[in-house]
């Protein structure tokens, strides 16, 4: 059994990969910023932890972190604020992946977003352009951190269903990206199950093969 802590776990996605790693046989902490959704994440079968990333120093949540084997970050600002969105979206998630050395968790995966990048293209003055900047940042730092790491970029996401059918690394988006928040929690919980996939960015969408085939060229 792997202790497994996701940040952000009352997201849709983490809502979903709770449930997933729990079944699995896997103990999740599940840390979450408001307290009245706790029942919520219990009844994933994940143990509800009350901890507000964005206000959290790195020595606060690396105590949060100690005794896991992996991290999952699925938290997100959710848009509107550019201040608020550099905080959680760059500056805590930094600082949660410095807590996560600090407290021996080699295992780190970020959920991202498909196209994320320095070179993401976002004009300034769009309102997707401090959530891409934000990213942007976040990945990068994560890629030099020593961790072992997983970086997952979903496209567009839906409430499609989890058919476990994906596309990775498409060469051509003209058809789209489309990507169900179940889809992304069956992959996020299949790359913790396999070490191969360490230190790989994987971009996917709604697709044909089935996640184990298409994340074996990443083993």
Same mark, same amino acid.
């Given at each position: 059994m792997t202790r497994i802590a996701i940040i952000g776990g009352h997201g849709k996605v983490a809502l979903q990969l709770s449930a997933l790693l729990t079944d699995e046989?896997?103990?999740?902490?599940s840390f979450i910023?408001?307290?009245?959704?706790?029942?919520?994440?219990?009844?994933? @079968? *994940?143990?509800?932890?009350? %901890?507000?990333?964005e206000n959290s120093t790195t020595a606060e949540i690396a105590a949060a972190l100690r005794n896991h084997d992996a991290v999952v970050?699925? *938290?997100?600002?959710?848009?509107?604020?550019?201040?608020?969105?550099?905080?959680?979206?760059?500056?805590?998630?930094?600082?949660?992946?410095?807590?996560?050395?600090?407290?021996?968790?080699?295992?780190?995966?970020?959920?991202?977003?498909? @196209?994320?990048?320095p070179d993401h293209g976002v004009p300034a003055d769009h309102s997707f352009h401090a959530y891409a900047e934000?990213?942007?940042?976040?990945?990068?730092y994560l890629r030099g951190s020593g961790l072992s790491w997983t970086i997952l970029g979903p496209g567009s996401l839906t409430d499609g269903p989890g058919n476990g059918l994906i596309d990775v690394?498409?060469?051509?988006?003209?058809? @789209?990206?489309?990507?169900?928040?179940?889809?992304?929690?069956?992959?996020?919980?299949?790359? %913790?199950?396999?070490?191969?996939?360490?230190?790989?960015?994987?971009?996917?969408?709604?697709?044909?093969?089935?996640?184990?085939a298409a994340?074996?060229?990443v083993k």
């Open positions: 046989g896997h103990s999740v902490t910023r408001n307290p009245d959704h706790a029942a919520d994440v219990a009844a994933t @079968g *994940a143990s509800p932890s009350v %901890l507000d990333v970050w699925s *938290a997100g600002a959710g848009g509107g604020n550019p201040q608020r969105t550099y905080a959680v979206d760059r500056d805590a998630a930094i600082r949660s992946m410095d807590a996560a050395v600090e407290a021996g968790v080699n295992r780190y995966v970020m959920v991202s977003y498909f @196209g994320a990048g934000a990213k942007a940042a976040a990945d990068e690394d498409p060469s051509d988006a003209s058809s @789209g990206t489309q990507t169900s928040r179940a889809n992304v929690a069956i992959v996020a919980a299949a790359v %913790l199950d396999l070490p191969g996939c360490a230190g790989r960015t994987i971009e996917f969408r709604d697709g044909t093969l089935p996640v184990s994340l074996e060229p």
